[in-house]
């Protein structure tokens, strides 16, 4: 098929989802006329019956925490993919040290400004990262969150220094491990609540004072592993698009043209 | 005409979804490199946020913190705004999968333009 042939059916398809879309519309509920119940029983019931005063956080991570292990498992398969296809191949030989190959790019020297800045900003973005993982069930935060804030921290480190300052931050057999415990420690988690004869994910530790940074039972206990899988698996990406980058070299193919 | 402006803006949020999905999906369809095809895929799933947003949005409630104001105040809702930000992180892990299968494309095939990487080879 030629490309205006596939435009031509790209147009057409389009035209009649958008046409039966609008048809689809008609008569539902406005935007801002939210109809359902489960957003009010849940807004209404979670202070209570979980102790969390953020919502959110307590659906993800309680109410929808079966969805939400699904979908971090998504997150961890997709990280292990991209760490399969970004590996050192057979024929592939180690560059040291660590450079650029690309055509065309020229890589300007890192200011004195972005040092001093990024290294400034090292320790705060750790503490608002551990900070934003440990107060998801009171505050707007959690694991997603805090764990991307957490990995950000070395990038920050290779923007005011070099991918050998990188290297030395981060531990790719660490991450893995890291990675892995977060994503085995939620699911066993739930495991654990069916030893006490609960059904799997239910809420066994005592919920504690609504308020206190340890309260809402498994519901933070939940949110730090994810925290640790999110950071770790992010940093595990980082490492192999590094790797790729800059360190692994094909035969003969010492200047790869970047397209 | 009136009318028709105010059915318009009520519908506003999940017109626009839907116009940021068919717009991501033209990209997909007519993209002559795979970070583009990447990047219109993020676009397509883009859409998802604003439907899910506007879908779960009340008029005059409060985010779902009840931190600083009492339970009982309207507050939109939780449910779709949890879909969504697990979303968000989930999104960026596989879009780093496929720009990963990207480069290894450009490392087998020697293209990143889906139209040459037609022939499949073992």
């Known amino acids: 098929m030629n490309h205006q042939m596939r435009t031509a059916l790209f147009l057409a398809g389009g035209l009649g989802f958008f046409c039966f879309y609008l048809w689809g519309l008609h008569g539902l509920p406005g935007f801002g006329h939210y109809p359902g119940p489960y957003g009010d029983i849940i807004n209404a019931l979670t202070v209570y019956q979980r102790h969390a005063t953020d919502a959110v956080t307590a659906v993800n991570f309680d109410y929808r925490g079966f969805d939400t292990l699904g979908e ?44 001093v800045a990024g290294l400034a900003l090292v320790v705060p973005i750790v503490v608002f990262g551990l900070y934003t993982v440990a107060h998801g069930q009171l505050t ?70 609504t308020g206190d940074v340890l309260s809402s039972g498994t519901i933070f206990v939940i949110s730090v592993l994810t925290g640790i899988e999110v950071a770790a698996g992010l940093v595990v990406l980082m490492i192999s698009f590094f790797a790729q980058a800059l360190v692994y070299r094909k035969p003969g193919n010492e200047n790869r043209r970047l397209p | 005409m009136n009318h028709l402006a105010g059915e318009l803006f009520r519908m506003l949020p999940f017109i626009v979804a839907a116009w940021l999905f068919v717009v991501g999906l033209y990209g997909i369809v007519t993209s002559r490199h795979l970070v583009h095809l990447i990047m219109c895929l993020v676009v397509v799933q883009s859409s998802t946020y604003l439907l899910l947003l506007g879908v779960g949005y009340k008029f005059g409630a409060a985010a779902p913190i ?57």
């Open chain 2, 66 to 122: 009840f931190v600083d104001i009492p339970v009982g105040t309207p507050a939109v809702d939780p449910v779709t705004h949890a879909l969504m930000l697990t979303d968000i992180v989930v999104e960026a892990t596989v879009m780093a999968l496929l720009l990963a299968l990207a480069i290894q494309a450009e490392e087998r095939a020697g293209s990143v333009d889906p139209e040459q990487l037609r022939i499949m080879r073992g």
């Open chain 1, 72 to 115: 971090e498992f998504i997150l961890f398969t997709s990280v292990m993919g991209a760490n399969l296809l970004l590996r050192k191949q057979k024929d592939d030989r180690e560059e040291d040290p660590p450079l650029d190959r690309a055509d065309g790019r020229i890589v300007p020297p890192t200011s004195d400004a972005i040092r």
């Open chain 1, 140 to 209: 707007p935060g959690g694991g997603f969150q805090g764990g991307v804030i957490l990995a950000s921290m070395p990038l920050i480190i290779y923007l005011c220094g070099d991918y050998n300052a990188f290297d030395r931050v981060t531990s790719h057999l660490l991450s893995e491990i890291a990675e892995a415990v977060g994503a085995g420690g939620y699911a066993v988690t739930g495991v654990i609540a069916i030893f006490f004869g609960l059904p799997f994910l239910t809420n066994f530790i005592p919920l504690g004072q």
